[in-house]
T-cell receptor
Framework: DTAVSQTPKYLVTQMGNDKSIKCEQN?????MYWYKQDSKKFLKIMFS???????INETVPNRFSPKSPDKAHLNLHINSLELGDSAVYFC????????????FGEGSWLTVV | AQSVTQPDIHITVSEGASLELRCNYS??????LFWYVQSPGQGLQLLLK??????LVQGIKGFEAEFKRSQSSFNLRKPSVHWSDAAEYFC?????????????FGKGTHLIIQP
């Protein structure tokens, strides 16, 4: 029973391609996030959605576009991939009203060649 | 702005020895503190969290952490480490009831266990 699941786990693609990472949570949470972990393991929030509404949009290139079709899903689409986009992308979710503990998915390892 | 400092990038501990990982935070409101662990090639697993109340919190895998408001610290401890504890450890701070702001993470401490 994976609480936060994201696919694919590994993705190798060429520069200039467009790719998507999908995320689903079965915890009934109202908030979902995308975090990026760089090569130095630093984790930084990219986006957050609360009840399908964009709340946080950190300084991220507009090639990155999140989409939340419903509360349980938050997908990340990346256009015109660049070498510097290589990273691990983590989806996460929380329930704001009951304490806001954030639960993470297993991560998606993106390598741009 | 909130921030988290983990002063030790790497720590090496012998198996069976005690462990303390340091975490200092800067936050304007009541902090909401977490420790996560990331094993190689894996996602982040929640070890423990502090909301309020007892300042010594117990977590999974035998870990505990103590919140010290006067020192703005939330150090993680374990009395006796096992080889399987080798991993990256992240301290994080968030706003209790702060909406969808997410967490601010420290840069992590890489724990190495010597046999």
């Amino acid at each position: 029973d994976t609480a936060v699941s994201q696919t694919p786990k590994y993705l190798v693609t060429q520069m200039g391609n467009d790719k998507s990472i999908k995320c689903e949570q079965n915890l009934g949470h109202d908030t979902m996030y995308w975090y990026k972990q760089d090569s130095k393991k630093f984790l930084k929030i990219m986006f957050s959605y609360n009840n399908k509404e964009l709340i946080i949009n950190e300084t991220v290139p507009n090639r990155f576009s999140p989409k939340s079709p419903d509360k349980a899903h938050l997908n990340l689409h990346i256009n015109s991939l660049e070498l510097g986009d290589s990273a691990v992308y983590f989806c996460a979710s929380s329930q704001v009203q009951t304490g806001n503990t954030i639960y993470f998915g297993e991560g998606s390892w993106l390598t741009v060649v | 702005a909130q921030s988290v400092t983990q002063p030790d990038i790497h720590i090496t501990v012998s198996e069976g020895a005690s462990l303390e990982l340091r975490c200092n935070y800067s936050y304007g409101a009541t902090p909401y503190l977490f420790w996560y662990v990331q094993s190689p090639g894996q996602g982040l697993q929640l070890l423990l969290k502090y909301f309020s109340g007892d300042t010594l919190v117990q977590g999974i895998k035998g870990f505990e952490a103590e919140f010290k408001r006067s020192q703005s610290s939330f150090n993680l401890r374990k009395p006796s480490v096992h080889w399987s504890d080798a991993a990256e450890y992240f301290c994080a701070v968030g706003a209790l009831g702060g909406g969808a702001d997410g967490l601010t993470f420290g840069k992590g401490t890489h724990l190495i266990i010597q046999p």
